[in-house]
């Protein structure tokens, strides 16, 4: 990844940071050193600084007051826990995407799960990882509700991290995750939001689990 400086700093860095973290280019736990960080992007301290506070507001970095600054840790409750919250959360993304959907937008869902599809039959697992991000950014489109926007995008970079991971190191085949969207989205089709969503809360349930099994691999990616 390149980075090139632009009029959003702070914004510019966070993304840049986030998207190394989430891809455990940056390993949690590691130290994020200013003067090293500083000197690799060609930036002053001060955007650093804020960029670093923008990343531990989507707990990516833990901050200690006049100390440093670490890649934060991931915990297994806190996978748990986030699972919990992401079945209902996705559950009603379904249900709103099957009630407001528009044809060009179940049409844009249709796509994306045919790529995301075609990903898991190839076992391309970045690929797959990349696709799911889109799939899941059109449904949202299709459910037309701007605060569930708002909560999923502000608990996207940390649960990303751990859909990465996940993907990287499972090796239940990945076509048997896809089987449950494509029969969500056949209830999408029919505007069936009640099974839409239960099908949707049974698989973020599924991947929670795995996301446990191979929790304590992650630091080896």
Same mark, same amino acid.
Not at 26 to 42: F, H, N, T, V, Y
Not at 172 to 178: G, S
Not at 180 to 207: C, H, M, P, W
């Given at each position: 990844?390149?980075?090139?400086?632009?009029?959003?700093?702070?914004?510019?860095?966070?993304?840049?940071?986030?998207?190394?973290?989430?891809?455990?280019?940056?390993?949690?736990?590691?130290?994020?050193?200013?003067?090293?960080?500083?000197?690799?992007?060609?930036?002053?301290?001060?955007?650093?600084?804020?960029?670093?506070?923008?990343?531990?507001?989507? =707990?990516?970095?833990?901050?200690?007051?006049?100390?440093?600054?670490?890649?934060?840790?991931?915990?297994?409750?806190?996978?748990?826990?986030?699972?919990?919250?992401?079945?209902?959360?996705?559950?009603?993304?379904?249900?709103?995407?099957?009630?407001?959907?528009?044809?060009?937008?179940?049409?844009?869902?249709?796509?994306?799960?045919?790529?995301?599809?075609?990903?898991?039959?190839?076992?391309?697992?970045?690929?797959?990882?990349?696709?799911?991000?889109?799939?899941?950014?059109?449904?949202?489109?299709?459910?037309?509700?701007?605060?569930?926007?708002?909560?999923?995008?502000?608990? =996207?970079?940390?649960?990303?991290?751990?859909?990465?991971?996940?993907?990287?190191?499972?090796?239940?085949?990945?076509?048997?995750?896809?089987?449950?969207?494509?029969?969500?989205?056949?209830?999408?089709?029919?505007?069936?939001?009640?099974?839409?969503?239960?099908?949707?809360?049974?698989?973020?349930?599924?991947?929670?689990?795995?996301?446990?099994?191979?929790?304590?691999?992650?630091?080896?990616?």
């Amino acid at each position: 990844m390149d980075f090139k400086p632009s009029k959003n700093l702070a914004e510019q860095i966070a993304q840049y940071l986030g998207d190394k973290i989430i891809l455990f280019q940056l390993k949690p736990g590691e130290r994020l050193i200013e003067e090293d960080l500083a000197r690799e992007l060609g930036v002053s301290r001060s955007p650093l600084r804020e960029a670093l506070r923008i990343l531990e507001k989507k =707990w990516l970095v833990d901050l200690i007051p006049r100390r440093e600054a670490r890649v934060s840790i991931l915990n297994e409750q806190m996978l748990i826990s986030t699972g919990d919250i992401l079945k209902e959360i996705y559950g009603l993304v379904a249900r709103r995407a099957a009630e407001f959907g528009n044809k060009e937008e179940l049409d844009l869902i249709s796509k994306k799960l045919t790529a995301l599809e075609e990903c898991a039959k190839n076992q391309d697992r970045r690929g797959y990882f990349d696709a799911l991000i889109e799939y899941e950014s059109a449904c949202l489109r299709a459910a037309k509700n701007p605060v569930l926007d708002i909560l999923l995008k502000d608990l =996207w970079p940390s649960t990303r991290r751990v859909q990465y991971a996940t993907i990287k190191l499972r090796t239940e085949d990945l076509t048997d995750t896809v089987k449950y969207f494509k029969q969500a989205f056949s209830f999408l089709t029919e505007k069936n939001g009640d099974k839409a969503a239960a099908i949707i809360r049974e698989v973020i349930g599924i991947e929670t689990r795995y996301s446990v099994k191979y929790f304590s691999q992650f630091n080896s990616l």
